[in-house]
């Protein structure tokens, strides 16, 4: 073999090896990448088994960098904070975005005693992740530990306002604001403003609250919002949680005067009393209990006075119905109830009729209605009673009449219009006697008590 040839053999060879070499390494930094990449995807997803491995393949992988310091953290003591901080530091370094190392090594400077440059880093920490709710719960409750309360409820509305699904978490915290008078005036940046998650923390609040000044302070506190900012709901939850509280006056004087100028026209001893607006659902308008089997809807009929009139249509109703209801704050005297209505194919052996009870200081029935069933055309009804001076509260029900499981059975329509309750002079002699019957004359039934679970 010539020495030309022999070399150029020896150049193929070298460059064999070469891209044999290369390939080996490409492919060693492939397998590398592909385990690295497998492991950091489980880590994420919330392995914390795979950290070893990670560090392993991606010894500068940021998120497996900061679970190794948080395991440190929770398995040294506070003697050793150079190690744990020095961890932390690195896991920084990895990903000088992520605020959680910052708050961590913060917390470590606190509990050292050096608390002004533990704010500055939490300060920083604030600047990297403005919208991160997890962050934002953290900076929370080392606020609330450095005793600055203000502070740590910002950065609890701010995680309210990225993430709604954190109210059943914080309201709790919020509730516990509210019920301690000396902090509840916390809560005025929030209420004052357009804070998205502040109506259904009113309505939370009115629920959960254990005393009644909680409630009112808050909504005091919205009041001082330009008047756009209370929605419906609120003033709805405060108005329900007065009723609850028996606080009745107060209860009406709040829903009258969120009613608009269309409202107001309905307004009078009995609300909407013709049916004219949609059943409202809250406060001392008419409420109706969500069922499958019937159906209530304000139409245009014939003969309506008007332009509509309550139809009520039964589907098969085998249970006792006492669904339309509407609460009352009338003062002690004689009234009439009257009204008009037209049955039409309501087939029911007990019928349907209107009962009007007393329900605080307890429940007494003051008067009741003529029983409708059957079919017919438009017709007049009314019947007296007297609010006696201890009743401050009442309850207009149209409900089953009957008092057997057979009776209650119920399919058709039955249309009303034209309700309303006026002042009268005195009772009538049949009246009076009607009333004396119901006080529990012998012979007479007590009536079962009508629920009002869906005004609460």
Known sequence: ????????????????????????????QVITTGLGDHYAQRLEQGDDTVLAQVLTWRPSHPEALYRQALRLLAESDDTEGDGRETALSRAYRADPTDARPLIEIAALRFRAEQPEQADALMEIAAALAPADPGVQLQMAAYWDQRQQPERALQHLSTALEVDRSLRREIFPALLQVAEQPARRGLLRPFATSSTSWWPSFFGYLSREAETIEAVRFAYNLRRLAPPEVMTDEERAAYVRRLQ?????????????NGLDSVELGQLGLLYNGGFELPLSNE????????SPRVEARPLATQGAVGERALLLRFRALETRFSGLQQPLFLQPGTYRLSGRVRPKGLE??????????????ETTLLGESPRFLGSGEWRDFA?????????????????SAGRRAFELEMNGVIWLDDM???????LDAASRADALLRDGAPGTETLPDVSTDELQ
């Not at 022999?6 to 390494?25: D, E, I, M, P």
């Not at 029911?348 to 200081?361: D, E, H, I, M, Y």
């Open 283 to 290: 406060g001392f308008g008419w409420t109706l209990q969500r």
């Open 420 to 426: 309303k309750i006026t002042r009268t002079l005195g």
């Open 383 to 399: 019947f007296d009673f007297e609010v006696p001076p201890d009743c401050q509260y009442q309850l207009l029900v149209l409900a």
């Open 1 to 28: 073999m010539s020495a030309p040839q022999k070399g150029s053999n020896l150049f193929a060879f070298g460059w064999r090896v070469v891209l044999l070499v290369a390939a080996a390494v490409l492919a060693w």
């Open 348 to 361: 029911s052996v007990g019928g349907l009729q209107w009962r009007l009870t007393c329900r605080s200081p």
């Open 244 to 256: 609850k509280d028996g606080l009745i006056g107060e209860a009406y004087l709040i829903w009258v």
